[in-house]
Every structure is written in structure tokens, then in C-alpha cells.
């Protein structure tokens, strides 16, 4: 199994509402990411899990909160967001978990989510 | 600090044009040196990739080689499709971090 799995395809949510976006990977990678991704631009680093403890917080807002439950699955929890945070959301993983030259990283198809 | 910059787009090709995308890139040491493609509606997958100085990438037609003497990692085809119509990244690993330094991004289309 070589690939990233992300659930749901497409979310709409409202502004009040409490969602959350599934990832998954079983190729054994030790390390995983959420990026956001707005139309016509490269994809933002959001936070990144290193053995399954959060390592990196790229100033995101609290109304996102990340968890990893463990090393396969990486969760991205919605909670008060605003229409500006309407994006595709991508999860990646990668082989080590500490920083290396050569850690390429895999990416899933990501979540459309659309904030009304 | 580390950074890539990539042509900007977008470009538009006659099928079996040969095609040049550039990206150049300033960081300090030698990183890996990757090319991500992402179709229409879906994720980045990785294209081909550089681990060191004079290597060629290569898969699906698509090659770029690692030029440390003029900073660049130009990705090329020699006969394009209608199915490579996507948007093209370069992308190199942020020195000490497990970040993806990412270039703006080239919009291809090739028309039949």
C-alpha cells in the first residue's frame, strides 16, 4: 500500500459547526502533515507529527486542532471557521520522522472544504 | 533563506511541443531537489526528484537535472500530451526542518 487516504472527498460546513478531516497511510512512515491549499497557489505547511507527537505549528489558528492517534492516522479538527479558511486541505506523510535531506513526502487527494 | 522560484505561468502547448519548465533555487548546502505535478481536482504527487549535485531525475517522459553551478533544476519533455495538463511544482526541503519549500507553481495545458 503505497498511498495517503483522505476522508471526506468534499466538506461544507457552517460557520458554527464542528467537523474534522481523516488521514491515513500504511507505508509505515513515521511522520505526517496537514497543508492548506488555496486556488492558483502552492500548498501551505500547517502543522507536521513527528512519531506521533506535533513538532511543527506553523502559527495556525486554535480553530484548527491536529491529532494523531497514532502513527497511521492523522486527524485535522474544525471547529468556528471562517469563509476565508475554505481551501483544499492535504495530508502528506513521510519516511523518517526527523529531518532529512531526502524526505519526500507523499500526499493525499485532499478534502474540498467550503465554509458557508 | 532557502527559497525556489519558478517561471511563472501559465503555459500553453501544442501536443508534441517540447516542453521547458524553469526553476531555480537558493539554499544553503545541497538539498534534494523535487518536482511535484498535481492533476485537476486532486492531491501533489511527486514526479521525479534530485538528491545531489549532477543528478538527473527522470519518470514519465519528464526529465530535470541538478545544476549546482547555475542554482537550477529545469524540468523538460520532449513531446508533450494532453493528459500532462496540470500544475507543476519545484520544491526543495527546508535545511534543518521537515518543511517543503515550494515554488509559486506553473499552470500547463496542452492543447490537441
Known amino acids: 500500500d503505497t498511498e495517503v487516504t483522505q476522508t471526506p472527498k468534499h466538506l461544507v460546513m457552517g460557520m458554527t459547526n464542528k467537523k474534522s478531516l481523516k488521514c491515513e497511510q500504511h507505508?509505515?512512515?513515521?511522520?505526517m502533515y496537514w497543508y492548506k491549499q488555496k486556488a492558483k497557489k502552492p500548498p501551505e505547511l500547517m502543522f507536521v507529527?513527528?512519531?506521533?507527537?506535533?513538532?511543527i505549528n506553523e502559527s495556525v489558528p486554535s480553530r484548527f486542532s491536529p491529532e494523531c492517534p497514532n502513527s497511521s492516522l492523522l486527524n485535522l479538527h474544525l471547529h468556528a471557521l471562517q469563509p476565508e479558511d475554505s481551501a483544499l486541505y492535504l495530508c502528506a506523510s513521510s519516511q523518517r520522522g526527523q529531518a532529512s535531506l531526502y524526505n519526500e513526502q507523499f500526499f493525499g487527494p485532499g478534502t474540498r472544504l467550503t465554509v458557508l | 533563506g532557502d527559497s525556489v522560484t519558478q517561471m511563472e505561468g501559465p503555459v500553453t502547448l501544442s501536443e508534441e511541443a517540447f516542453l521547458t519548465i524553469n526553476c531555480t533555487y537558493t539554499?544553503?548546502?545541497?538539498?534534494?531537489l523535487f518536482w511535484y505535478v498535481q492533476y485537476p481536482g486532486e492531491g501533489l504527487q511527486l514526479l521525479l526528484k534530485a538528491t545531489k549535485a549532477d543528478d538527473k531525475g527522470s519518470n514519465k517522459g519528464f526529465e530535470a537535472t541538478y545544476r549546482k553551478e547555475t542554482t537550477s533544476f529545469h524540468l523538460e519533455k520532449g513531446s508533450v500530451q494532453v493528459s500532462d495538463s496540470a500544475v507543476y511544482f519545484c520544491?526543495?526541503?527546508?535545511?534543518?526542518?521537515?518543511?517543503?519549500?515550494f515554488g509559486q507553481g506553473t499552470r500547463l495545458t496542452i492543447n490537441p
Open positions: 507505508m509505515g512512515h513515521r511522520a
Open positions: 520544491a526543495l526541503p527546508l535545511q534543518g526542518a521537515q518543511k517543503l519549500v
Open positions: 539554499a544553503t548546502g545541497y538539498p534534494s
Open positions: 507529527y513527528s512519531y506521533e507527537k506535533l513538532s
